[in-house]
């Protein structure tokens, strides 16, 4: 399965409870469009985000992202180097 | 590459050409096709006896590129043992295979594994490097030389269901490569239709490969009859009819016609085929001659057998033994020696074996060997402990039994039944015992020696017993405290072998024959039956020889016997009549008749099993993977019915359900095998039965069945987790979270989803999570309560439109839909995702007008509510109708809409809308460049959405169809299949197989493009639920071919109301 990478900016740091609300209104869509959630790396300033999801394509991330109403910059996808 | 390949030329009608891979020199030659072989120059290299090693060379050998070690662990030995050691050990024992003097192909570091084959000859690669792009490009030679390379099933033998990861990869090869053996045979065919003698093998390799297609058997059928072959014409046109019936539940279309009468009565240049049945009636039985032969050798052994039932006899304790060897070395004969021994001096024998397929039936041996004497035991408190093993038992909810209760009553029956008799245990093949049988046979034998009055006498293959950690595990900690002494058989000696033979056979020949069965006795007596008839050892290994004695048989004998190499285990005669829609009269008759030959012998219970494993193996490999299929389905369909009354024979099913491509009757079964499993404390089995569904679970489309599916056996995995048996937990949260959360959205939530946040609150506690625990419990709480009406409604028609942009499950989201309807009518409210949804659903249903005006409805909403992301969405969806409408004005207008509101919300460009515009440029016949259309078609492949890049495609390509631009409609039509595959769309699936088949049809390769229709059965899920895009192309495809396939059979006939014609 590709691994999918979204980018996130925030314009004022969101609370604990913001990225788990945001975490529980994309979980649903996530098994419709066959995405699953990996990781997420957050800045230390709180203003950017990087989530990391396998997924059949990009738009299907996207497309739970709308859905969840959850924000984004930009979506594509990349392979993981360990 | 050309240089080094020698086809050696086919001499027999009913054969396949046989390949042989030769090298110049001393040059190394790998061959996946077929038994996985290396040769050097021309000699084979022997190869490890681990199955799972010689997996591991096929994979490494087939992916070419470095595997990571995690990864092969993961794919071979995902069990309780060190997969990194068992990783370790079968790298060692690949290096001197594949390595050479200063060459390391073979190459490891710390994180990856890799096979470098750059000098090595590959079956594989120089079929794939002889295969251009169209194979109907190739000359007729060379398509032979091709299907010479073809010749066999991809790693054959190597099945390792219990291995699920390795198991669907290698069936995923298996059908690409029957795939592309359909293709060449069909092209060859065709090539071939003026030369019917030539055709001939080729027609039967066709039938062989793909025995439910109609035109295949028509084609044989035409071909015999012109050869004025009209009795086998007849008879296979008899045979063809009748099997086609049965398996296709369709009116036949009429390709499969009755022979005619050829003008000239005969053919002139036709080789006689001697006369199967009589031949085989002459030959003398060998298998039964050994049965017949008093044991020849094993003085040793017997020595052993008598001195242990004396001290049985005598009261003494026993020496429990096992016998040690490789297959047909007479392990079982020497446990049939045993039994009449036993039997002649008093002792009662209670025996089993254990089978390969079987690791999901916990305790099958046990169950086997102790369902008489359960029946038969007084003692209640025994009687109830041990009616777990008992087909059909239900076991009490309340049942508080524990596994040592149920071991302490094996004993205790064991024991019981010792006072009264001397009793004999014997269990053969032990290399394929199940975890429980294993744990059992531990508890027995070693608790005081095993019950008083007892001797225990098993065999076990001695290559395979590591293999199995289960049998492992046992015998070396039996060995180990002297509970059980390990007997080595050994090869016979030259006198022994000589004793197999007449006694005129001359010494040279029984050396020859000793030097080359290695002194395995049942080969000898293989080759023994040669010498008598030929005074000549033929060439070939075990295996070939009893390919030949099976090849001898007449077709109905064939017929059973290949129906019964496919079941796990021994059978019942009823299983093997309904599979085969037999009456029993016949099916008695042609039992008798093999069981005379040798082949097959009576088992226990009414049962037969075969006279030797190696036959049924040796059967089994000799068909083709969809016969295979074939055959597995009509076992499972048989099995169906009394599996829901049995539980016991779930795994059976489940395996036979697996092996026959049905995903989810497999799921189905592997769950109540699992449960089964809970019920019997069989924890581990129950575990392997669950990873086991969920690897045939991903093989399913989203919708509510898999929802269900994916809980149920994630609940066993969780059940089985909480035995103290297994330390440790499962990580197994964020996956059941998944699951869990996938059922509420599909609305199954106060069975499914609660229950399965109960499981999760469970997992949460265990690791620790308090927090996450509270969470779990009050979403299970939430889930049963009542929803308002209008939070309920949004879902419903949310969750309808998102299933029917994925295809997911269409009926149930015209439940979703109406039941949406009917909240909104009640709230007097109208919601964007209700609309949507309705257009989508009128779109499917192929009413275009009414799918525009819902669609306008729910743009007019969401504008109205400001929410772009969704205004673009259904912009979208009214261009692709358009197109569909073929109203490029329109489609226009929207292009630019799209563009408009993209830049608006700063997406900036929108190459969907780009994409869509040059399909409409193409509808109106605009001179679009090659330069404009991969411009527009990169845009879209750097966007990523390939659901988007398939449609796309399938319009370009059909727009070149139309023109009988058949090139330039190929390439995109490809493309879009395998985007659509990815993303799993069934419409884009069926459109781009349907224009590419009748690219095919165009070309003249019908064969092939009914072929290609054919094989659409087995990549989508439903078919009796297509869209009307999709049905409308698939009738195009079937009138382009001329060639109704079962796969159009199947599917209602519906009106499709689409204004214009586009695909």
Same mark, same amino acid.
């Given at each position: 399965m590709p691994s999918i990478i979204v980018e996130r900016t925030f314009a004022s740091p969101p609370s604990d409870e913001d990225l788990t609300a945001a975490g529980i209104r994309e979980r649903p869509c996530l098994a419709i469009y066959g995405v699953a959630w990996r990781r997420s790396l957050l800045s230390a300033d709180r203003l950017r985000m990087i989530c990391q999801y396998d997924a059949p394509d990009a738009e299907s991330v996207r497309k739970v992202q709308r859905e969840a109403g959850n924000s984004f910059d930009h979506v594509w996808a990349g392979s993981v180097i360990e | 590459m050309l240089g080094v390949v020698t086809i050696v030329g086919m001499n027999v009608e009913t054969?396949?050409?046989?390949?042989?891979?030769?090298?110049?020199?001393?040059?190394?030659?790998?061959?996946?096709?077929?038994? #996985?072989? /290396?040769?050097?120059?021309?000699?084979?290299?022997?190869l490890p006896a681990s199955k799972r090693t010689r997996a591991l060379l096929g994979y490494l050998a087939a992916t070419a590129t470095p595997q990571p070690r995690q990864a092969l662990c993961d794919l071979l030995w995902d069990g309780p043992d060190d997969p990194r050691a068992a990783l370790r050990w079968s790298l060692t024992k690949l290096r001197p295979i594949v390595n050479d003097d200063g060459i390391e192909r073979l190459m490891s570091d710390r994180e990856h594994v890799s096979l470098s084959l750059g000098d090595v000859q590959l079956d594989v690669a120089i079929a794939n490097s002889l295969l251009p792009a169209d194979p109907g490009d190739l000359e007729l030679s060379q398509l032979e030389k091709v299907f010479s390379l073809l010749h066999g099933e991809f790693l054959d033998g190597l099945d390792l269901p219990s291995c699920y990861r390795f198991h669907h990869w290698c069936l995923a090869e298996r059908e690409h490569w029957s795939a592309t053996r359909r293709r060449v045979l069909a092209l060859l065919l065709d090539k071939l239709g003026n030369n019917p003698e030539r055709a001939l093998p080729y027609a039967r390799a066709m039938v062989a490969e793909d025995p439910l297609s109609e035109v295949s058997h028509g084609s044989l059928v035409a071909l015999l009859s012109k050869l004025g072959r009209r009795k086998d014409a007849q008879d296979h046109y008899d045979y063809a009819r009748s099997m086609l019936r049965r398996e296709i539940d369709a009116p036949l279309t009429?390709?499969?016609?009755? !022979? /005619?009468? !050829?003008?000239? !009565?005969?053919?002139?240049?036709?080789?006689? /085929?001697?006369?199967?049945?009589?031949?085989?009636?002459?030959?003398?039985?060998?298998?039964?001659?050994?049965?017949?032969?008093?044991?020849?050798?094993?003085?040793?052994?017997?020595?052993?057998?008598?001195?242990?039932?004396?001290?049985?006899r005598s009261g003494s304790p026993a020496g429990s033994m096992l016998f040690v060897g490789e297959p047909g070395i007479g392990k079982s004969r020497l446990l049939e020696y045993a039994t009449k021994q036993a039997t002649r001096e008093g002792a009662r024998v209670v025996s089993s074996r254990c089978y390969e397929a079987e690791a999901v039936r916990p305790f099958g041996c046990w169950a086997d060997a102790l369902v008489s004497l359960i029946d038969a035991t007084t003692d209640s408190s025994v009687r109830r402990d041990l009616s777990v093993f008992l087909p059909g038992h239900e076991v009490a909810a309340n049942d508080d039994g524990s596994r040592n209760r149920l071991f302490a009553a094996v004993h205790t029956l064991l024991r019981s039944l010792a006072v009264d008799q001397p009793l004999v245990m014997m269990i053969d093949d032990l290399q394929w015992i199940d975890e429980a049988s294993s744990a059992l046979l531990h508890y027995v034998l070693r608790t005081s020696g095993g019950p008083g009055n007892m001797l225990f006498i098993g065999s076990a293959r001695l290559d395979e017993i590591d293999e199995n950690p289960w049998c492992k595990r046992a015998v070396a900690a039996l060995t180990q405290t002297g509970a059980l002494k390990r007997i080595m058989l050994q090869p016979m000696t030259a006198d022994e072998a000589a004793q197999f033979f007449e006694p005129g056979a001359s010494a040279g020949r029984i050396a020859m024959a000793l030097k080359q069965s290695g002194g395995?006795?049942?080969?000898?007596?293989?080759?023994?039956?040669?010498?008598?008839?030929?005074? /000549?050892?033929?060439?070939?290994d075990?295996?070939?020889? #009893?390919?030949?004695?099976?090849?001898?048989?007449?077709?109905?004998?064939?017929?059973?016997?290949?129906?019964?190499?496919?079941?796990?285990?021994?059978?019942? !005669?009823?299983?093997?009549?309904?599979?085969?829609?037999l009456p029993v009269g016949q099916l008695i008759e042609r039992i008798d008749r093999l069981e005379r030959r040798g082949l097959l012998k009576p088992g226990n219970e009414d049962r037969f099993d075969f006279a030797h494993d190696l036959i049924r193996q040796t059967t089994y490999r000799s068909l083709s993977q969809p016969r295979r299929q074939l055959i597995h389905r009509q076992i499972a369909r048989a099995l169906e019915a009394a599996a829901q009354r049995d539980e016991t024979l779930s795994g059976e099913l489940a395996y036979h359900a697996g092996a026959a491509g049905d995903h989810g009757l497999a799921v189905r079964a592997l769950i109540a095998a699992g449960e089964h499993s809970l019920r019997l404390f069989a924890n581990t089995a129950a575990i392997d039965a669950a990873d086991r569904g969920l690897g045939h679970l991903q093989h399913l489309s989203t919708g509510p069945n898999r929802a269900h599916w994916h809980i149920a056996l994630l609940k066993v995995k969780v059940f089985a987790a909480a035995s103290p048996g297994i330390r440790t937990r499962p990580k197994l949260y964020d996956e059941l979270q998944r699951a869990v959360e996938a059922a509420e959205l599909l609305g199954l939530r106060d069975d499914d989803a609660a229950l399965g946040w109960h499981m999760a609150s469970w997992l949460a506690q265990g690791s620790n999570d308090t927090i996450g625990a509270q969470q779990a419990i009050l979403r299970a709480e939430e889930l049963t309560r009542p929803m308002d009406d209008f939070t309920r409604c949004q879902q419903l028609a949310s969750t309808g439109r998102c299933l029917l942009e994925v295809e997911g499950d269409v009926q149930r989201t015209r439940i979703f839909l109406r039941d949406a309807e009917r909240l909104a009518a009640t709230l007097g409210q109208n919601f964007v995702e209700l609309e949507w949804g309705r257009g989508l659903i009128a779109r499917w249903d192929g009413d275009l007008a009414k799918a525009q005006e819902s669609m306008r409805r729910a743009l007019t909403l969401a504008r109205l509510r400001e929410d772009r992301w969704r205004e673009i969405e259904c912009l979208v969806w009214m261009a692709k109708i358009a197109v569909e409408c073929r109203q490029t004005n329109e489609l226009e207008a929207f292009c630019s809409e799209i563009d408009l509101v993209a830049a608006r919300i700063g997406d900036g460009a929108a190459p969907v809308a780009d994409a869509l515009r040059l399909v409409g440029a193409m509808i109106d016949g605009s001179k679009v460049s090659k330069l404009e259309v991969e411009g527009t078609l990169s845009a879209l492949r750097t966007l990523d959405d390939k659901a988007q890049l398939a449609y796309v495609l399938n319009q370009i390509a059909q727009c070149h169809l139309e023109r009988n631009q058949f090139e330039p409609a190929l390439a995109p039509a490809t493309e879009a299949l395998e985007a659509a595959r990815a993303v799993k769309r069934t419409t884009e699936i069926v459109v781009a197989t349907s224009i590419i088949s009748s690219i095919h049809a165009a070309r003249g390769n019908v064969l092939e493009a009914g072929s290609l229709l054919e094989s659409l059965k087995n990549s989508v899920d439903d078919f009796s639920h297509l869209s009307a895009r999709a049905q409308d192309c698939l009738t195009r495809a079937e009138s382009s071919t001329g060639i109704p396939t079962p796969v159009q059979r199947a599917i209602p006939h519906r009106a499709v109301s689409i204004s214009k014609g586009g695909f």
């Amino acid at each position: 399965m590709p691994s999918i990478i979204v980018e996130r900016t925030f314009a004022s740091p969101p609370s604990d409870e913001d990225l788990t609300a945001a975490g529980i209104r994309e979980r649903p869509c996530l098994a419709i469009y066959g995405v699953a959630w990996r990781r997420s790396l957050l800045s230390a300033d709180r203003l950017r985000m990087i989530c990391q999801y396998d997924a059949p394509d990009a738009e299907s991330v996207r497309k739970v992202q709308r859905e969840a109403g959850n924000s984004f910059d930009h979506v594509w996808a990349g392979s993981v180097i360990e | 590459m050309l240089g080094v390949v020698t086809i050696v030329g086919m001499n027999v009608e009913t054969r396949t050409p046989p390949m042989r891979l030769r090298n110049a020199g001393d040059g190394m030659s790998i061959r996946l096709l077929g038994e #996985i072989r /290396v040769q050097r120059g021309m000699n084979n290299v022997t190869l490890p006896a681990s199955k799972r090693t010689r997996a591991l060379l096929g994979y490494l050998a087939a992916t070419a590129t470095p595997q990571p070690r995690q990864a092969l662990c993961d794919l071979l030995w995902d069990g309780p043992d060190d997969p990194r050691a068992a990783l370790r050990w079968s790298l060692t024992k690949l290096r001197p295979i594949v390595n050479d003097d200063g060459i390391e192909r073979l190459m490891s570091d710390r994180e990856h594994v890799s096979l470098s084959l750059g000098d090595v000859q590959l079956d594989v690669a120089i079929a794939n490097s002889l295969l251009p792009a169209d194979p109907g490009d190739l000359e007729l030679s060379q398509l032979e030389k091709v299907f010479s390379l073809l010749h066999g099933e991809f790693l054959d033998g190597l099945d390792l269901p219990s291995c699920y990861r390795f198991h669907h990869w290698c069936l995923a090869e298996r059908e690409h490569w029957s795939a592309t053996r359909r293709r060449v045979l069909a092209l060859l065919l065709d090539k071939l239709g003026n030369n019917p003698e030539r055709a001939l093998p080729y027609a039967r390799a066709m039938v062989a490969e793909d025995p439910l297609s109609e035109v295949s058997h028509g084609s044989l059928v035409a071909l015999l009859s012109k050869l004025g072959r009209r009795k086998d014409a007849q008879d296979h046109y008899d045979y063809a009819r009748s099997m086609l019936r049965r398996e296709i539940d369709a009116p036949l279309t009429g390709d499969l016609q009755p !022979p /005619v009468s !050829p003008q000239r !009565p005969s053919a002139p240049n036709i080789v006689k /085929v001697p006369n199967a049945h009589s031949d085989a009636e002459r030959r003398p039985n060998l298998l039964d001659l050994t049965r017949e032969h008093s044991l020849i050798g094993r003085s040793g052994e017997m020595r052993e057998i008598s001195s242990s039932l004396e001290a049985l006899r005598s009261g003494s304790p026993a020496g429990s033994m096992l016998f040690v060897g490789e297959p047909g070395i007479g392990k079982s004969r020497l446990l049939e020696y045993a039994t009449k021994q036993a039997t002649r001096e008093g002792a009662r024998v209670v025996s089993s074996r254990c089978y390969e397929a079987e690791a999901v039936r916990p305790f099958g041996c046990w169950a086997d060997a102790l369902v008489s004497l359960i029946d038969a035991t007084t003692d209640s408190s025994v009687r109830r402990d041990l009616s777990v093993f008992l087909p059909g038992h239900e076991v009490a909810a309340n049942d508080d039994g524990s596994r040592n209760r149920l071991f302490a009553a094996v004993h205790t029956l064991l024991r019981s039944l010792a006072v009264d008799q001397p009793l004999v245990m014997m269990i053969d093949d032990l290399q394929w015992i199940d975890e429980a049988s294993s744990a059992l046979l531990h508890y027995v034998l070693r608790t005081s020696g095993g019950p008083g009055n007892m001797l225990f006498i098993g065999s076990a293959r001695l290559d395979e017993i590591d293999e199995n950690p289960w049998c492992k595990r046992a015998v070396a900690a039996l060995t180990q405290t002297g509970a059980l002494k390990r007997i080595m058989l050994q090869p016979m000696t030259a006198d022994e072998a000589a004793q197999f033979f007449e006694p005129g056979a001359s010494a040279g020949r029984i050396a020859m024959a000793l030097k080359q069965s290695g002194g395995n006795p049942l080969f000898l007596t293989e080759l023994a039956k040669t010498d008598q008839l030929d005074n /000549v050892i033929p060439e070939g290994d075990l295996d070939t020889l #009893i390919s030949d004695r099976i090849a001898m048989l007449d077709e109905s004998e064939r017929e059973l016997i290949v129906f019964a190499s496919a079941t796990t285990r021994d059978f019942k !005669p009823e299983l093997l009549g309904a599979a085969m829609a037999l009456p029993v009269g016949q099916l008695i008759e042609r039992i008798d008749r093999l069981e005379r030959r040798g082949l097959l012998k009576p088992g226990n219970e009414d049962r037969f099993d075969f006279a030797h494993d190696l036959i049924r193996q040796t059967t089994y490999r000799s068909l083709s993977q969809p016969r295979r299929q074939l055959i597995h389905r009509q076992i499972a369909r048989a099995l169906e019915a009394a599996a829901q009354r049995d539980e016991t024979l779930s795994g059976e099913l489940a395996y036979h359900a697996g092996a026959a491509g049905d995903h989810g009757l497999a799921v189905r079964a592997l769950i109540a095998a699992g449960e089964h499993s809970l019920r019997l404390f069989a924890n581990t089995a129950a575990i392997d039965a669950a990873d086991r569904g969920l690897g045939h679970l991903q093989h399913l489309s989203t919708g509510p069945n898999r929802a269900h599916w994916h809980i149920a056996l994630l609940k066993v995995k969780v059940f089985a987790a909480a035995s103290p048996g297994i330390r440790t937990r499962p990580k197994l949260y964020d996956e059941l979270q998944r699951a869990v959360e996938a059922a509420e959205l599909l609305g199954l939530r106060d069975d499914d989803a609660a229950l399965g946040w109960h499981m999760a609150s469970w997992l949460a506690q265990g690791s620790n999570d308090t927090i996450g625990a509270q969470q779990a419990i009050l979403r299970a709480e939430e889930l049963t309560r009542p929803m308002d009406d209008f939070t309920r409604c949004q879902q419903l028609a949310s969750t309808g439109r998102c299933l029917l942009e994925v295809e997911g499950d269409v009926q149930r989201t015209r439940i979703f839909l109406r039941d949406a309807e009917r909240l909104a009518a009640t709230l007097g409210q109208n919601f964007v995702e209700l609309e949507w949804g309705r257009g989508l659903i009128a779109r499917w249903d192929g009413d275009l007008a009414k799918a525009q005006e819902s669609m306008r409805r729910a743009l007019t909403l969401a504008r109205l509510r400001e929410d772009r992301w969704r205004e673009i969405e259904c912009l979208v969806w009214m261009a692709k109708i358009a197109v569909e409408c073929r109203q490029t004005n329109e489609l226009e207008a929207f292009c630019s809409e799209i563009d408009l509101v993209a830049a608006r919300i700063g997406d900036g460009a929108a190459p969907v809308a780009d994409a869509l515009r040059l399909v409409g440029a193409m509808i109106d016949g605009s001179k679009v460049s090659k330069l404009e259309v991969e411009g527009t078609l990169s845009a879209l492949r750097t966007l990523d959405d390939k659901a988007q890049l398939a449609y796309v495609l399938n319009q370009i390509a059909q727009c070149h169809l139309e023109r009988n631009q058949f090139e330039p409609a190929l390439a995109p039509a490809t493309e879009a299949l395998e985007a659509a595959r990815a993303v799993k769309r069934t419409t884009e699936i069926v459109v781009a197989t349907s224009i590419i088949s009748s690219i095919h049809a165009a070309r003249g390769n019908v064969l092939e493009a009914g072929s290609l229709l054919e094989s659409l059965k087995n990549s989508v899920d439903d078919f009796s639920h297509l869209s009307a895009r999709a049905q409308d192309c698939l009738t195009r495809a079937e009138s382009s071919t001329g060639i109704p396939t079962p796969v159009q059979r199947a599917i209602p006939h519906r009106a499709v109301s689409i204004s214009k014609g586009g695909f």
